[in-house]
């Protein structure tokens, strides 16, 4: 009796094992399989990461494994003061560099940023920049290339509106912030850090192209070796404009959401982009918004007026400074964000750079700043 209850027990563990080993997916840190198509569609499990509060004076911010994400606070009283926002972040992995540090950024006007870059050049560290080439007059800009630092300026019409920097060929920062005392203390801003060699040769290519072959805004080549990648079980979608069609992908997504879309958006100005957010809230799906208080205001061609005919509901920031994010959520699944606005200038001329996060933690986050923009915004 004791032996066939033996057995009986052994036959049930084998066939548990079985089923278990059948039906688990690997999600998480551990996860690295890349999905078997490039395009994620709605509904598909997605990575996950839990995100670790980081403690900071002016601002947001919240760390996985291999990224740290960051958001301005203009509320706070304290960035009156203009110091410990979250630019010093950014400053402290400078601090870190050993081998390079290559910036490519719109403005840049925060001294102790430039003060980093020129302790990284005294170290040993090759230090290089390219800018809109507006900006490049600037007290600080100028400092950098009296110190030696070189600046390359775009020297054209359209805009150099990228705000990225890589650091050691392994690591790139990037959001909506310009490196500008109004963009970390006054304006609504993002800025993203990203530890993945993989990503990092993306946009080290894509500064390559503007600073060594002198390439910008529509004499820019597609040329990301690395479009598609999955990090810690999170899948990174990088691209760079107007070289790599950046609004046919939004609206793809957009298209494929099938619960709800949240944006924060600078200047909105595409006609492609918003009428397919009109079609998906006419659809039944929730969408809110909020945008720029003046930029909506002043915008030849602004999508506000339509969205609000539209029933959407979109609101005007109530941030004295800018609200400057350019981020879309949907399906509280992908988080879109970067330098680039949701206009025909982004997509057409200027040289602007975009991820894409499918991870819902990262979505959360995300949807914790679009709630505190959206719940000081005011109706019209």
């Known amino acids: 009796m004791f032996k066939r209850l033996t057995f009986y027990v052994l036959l ?10 059948a039906t688990s997916t690997p999600m998480g840190g551990g996860g690295t399989a890349t999905p078997a198509s490039p395009v994620i569609v709605t509904g598909t499990p997605f990575g996950q990461q839990q995100i670790e509060p980081i403690p900071v004076h002016v601002g947001y911010g919240g760390q996985g494994t291999f990224f740290e994400i960051y958001f ?13 926002g979250i630019e010093q972040a950014l400053i ?8 390079s540090v290559d910036v490519a950024i719109y403005s840049l006007s925060l001294r102790e940023l430039g003060n980093a870059l020129l302790r990284a050049r005294d170290r040993g560290v090759a230090v290089r920049v390219v800018m809109e080439s507006d900006n490049r007059e600037r007290s600080v800009p100028q400092a950098l290339i009296e110190a030696g630092i070189p600046i390359l300026g775009d020297r054209r019409e359209g805009l150099m509106h990228d705000k990225f920097v890589i650091i050691d060929r392994s690591e790139v920062w990037m959001g909506s912030m310009n490196f500008t005392v109004n963009g970390a203390y006054d ?5 993203i850090h990203i530890r993945s060699v993989k990503i990092a040769e993306n946009y080290l290519t894509e500064f390559e192209e503007m600073y060594s072959d002198d390439l910008f805004g529509t004499d820019s080549i597609a040329s990301t070796p ?9 899948q990174i979608e990088t691209y760079f404009s107007p070289d790599d069609g950046i609004a046919a992908r939004l609206v793809q997504l957009l298209q494929e959401a099938q619960e709800s879309i949240y944006f924060l958006a600078y200047s909105f100005t595409s006609d492609d982009i918003a009428q397919v957010i009109r079609d998906q809230h006419s659809a039944g799906l929730t969408v809110a918004g909020v945008m720029d208080s003046e930029q909506a205001k002043s ?4 999508e506000f007026d339509l969205f609000r005919q539209a029933k959407v509901d979109v609101r005007l ?11 879309i959520i949907i399906d509280r699944s992908i988080v879109i964000a970067g330098s680039y606005n949701f206009t025909a200038s982004a997509e057409d001329r200027n040289d602007e750079n975009l991820v894409i996060f499918f991870s819902p933690d990262i979505a959360e986050f995300f949807l914790a700043e679009f709630k505190r923009v959206f719940n000081v915004a005011q109706r019209p």
């Open 92 to 99: 402290a992995s400078i601090d870190a560099a050993r081998l």
């Open 317 to 327: 920031d109530g941030n004295k400074g800018l609200m400057h994010h350019k981020v």
């Open 12 to 21: 049930f563990t084998i066939i548990l094992s079985a089923c278990t080993a």
């Open 226 to 234: 690395n479009p598609i990648q999955t990090v810690d079980g999170i």
């Open 72 to 84: 301005t606070d203009p509320a706070n009283p304290a960035s009156k003061q203009q110091t410990g």
């Open 187 to 191: 304006d609504n801003n993002n800025l």
């Open 299 to 302: 915008n030849q061609g602004t």
